[in-house]
């Protein structure tokens, strides 16, 4: 395993290709291919970095997570080359410093990843000229902007983002959905939202049938890329369990999905890609 720069490790090589997985209910595409957007070609799958910032709603984990992993970028990037030999041929970066020194160790030791980055809350201009030098495809403007700025605000501050796709970053995707379309912002190519069968860390109070149809009406009115993130809802809802449910979903192109240890990785990303 990695453990700094220069140990060696090699990256398996892998060619992903989108295929179907049989599961009780049938038959579910399961995210190993690519999706093109603008003519910009897209793994369907993100490996997340929330854990390795310690996110705080990942509840009593936070801290665990702040021992484990926030101050050793060399164990982020032991999970990294991980569940870069697993399949895993996207990165979303949230540019915290460990998180950038990890994926220069998972670099190093051959793991060529196509990055989506996170623009995070007050460092704007740090993150887009961060994301832009490591060669990012897309940037996502972060929940803070999306969700708590005038609209005409966000189509500000994503008509400044130059050589990458654009992106928002929603955890209200119900009354943020409604908003953009009303407000008619349209200059951006994906949009992350929270998914999962729970309705976990959304602003719908239940997500059944008919909330799932009507997120489904507005995601195809806005007619963007969507990438579900939160699918385990903060490692609630196993891996099996929670890709059965994002695949039957039509309305979801691309998965982002974030794993915390090396046995993580295995048993999320061996079920994501039904190996």
């Not at 690519?34 to 854990?51: C, D, Q, R």
């Not at 030999?85 to 190093?108: H, S, Y």
């Amino acid at each position: 395993m990695v453990g700094s720069a220069g140990t060696g490790v090699q990256c398996a090589s892998h060619a992903g290709a989108r295929c179907n997985i049989p599961s009780e209910g049938g038959w579910i595409i399961m995210f190993s291919g690519s999706v093109t957007v603008n003519g910009v070609e897209l793994p369907a799958a993100f490996m997340g970095s929330a854990p390795f910032t310690a996110a705080t709603y990942f509840g009593h984990r936070s801290r665990l997570y702040e021992m484990d992993l926030k101050n050793r970028p060399g164990a982020i990037a032991e999970v990294i080359v991980e569940s870069y030999d697993l399949g895993v041929r996207g990165f979303q970066v949230i540019p915290e410093k460990q998180v950038l020194e990890a994926l220069e160790m998972a670099r190093d030791a051959g793991c060529e990843l196509t990055l989506m980055g996170t623009l995070r809350h007050e460092h704007l201009e740090e993150d887009l000229q961060t994301l832009s030098d490591l060669g990012s495809a897309a940037v996502l403007l972060d929940e803070h902007y999306t969700d708590l700025l005038e609209a005409s605000e966000v189509a500000e501050i994503l008509d400044g983002v130059e050589g990458m796709l654009r992106g928002l970053a929603t955890t209200m995707p119900r009354e943020t959905t409604l908003r953009l379309i009303e407000e008619g912002v349209d200059n951006f190519e994906l949009y992350m939202i929270p998914v999962n069968r729970l309705g976990y860390m959304t602003d719908f109070p239940v997500f059944l049938e008919d909330e799932r149809k009507e997120l489904g009406r507005l995601l195809s009115e806005l007619g963007k890329t969507v990438v579900a993130e939160k699918v385990l809802a903060a490692g609630i809802i196993p891996p099996a369990e929670a890709f059965e449910f994002i695949g039957g979903l039509d309305y979801v192109d691309m998965v982002a999905v974030g794993v915390a240890s090396v046995s993580e990785a295995r048993e999320t990303f061996s079920e994501l890609f039904g190996r």
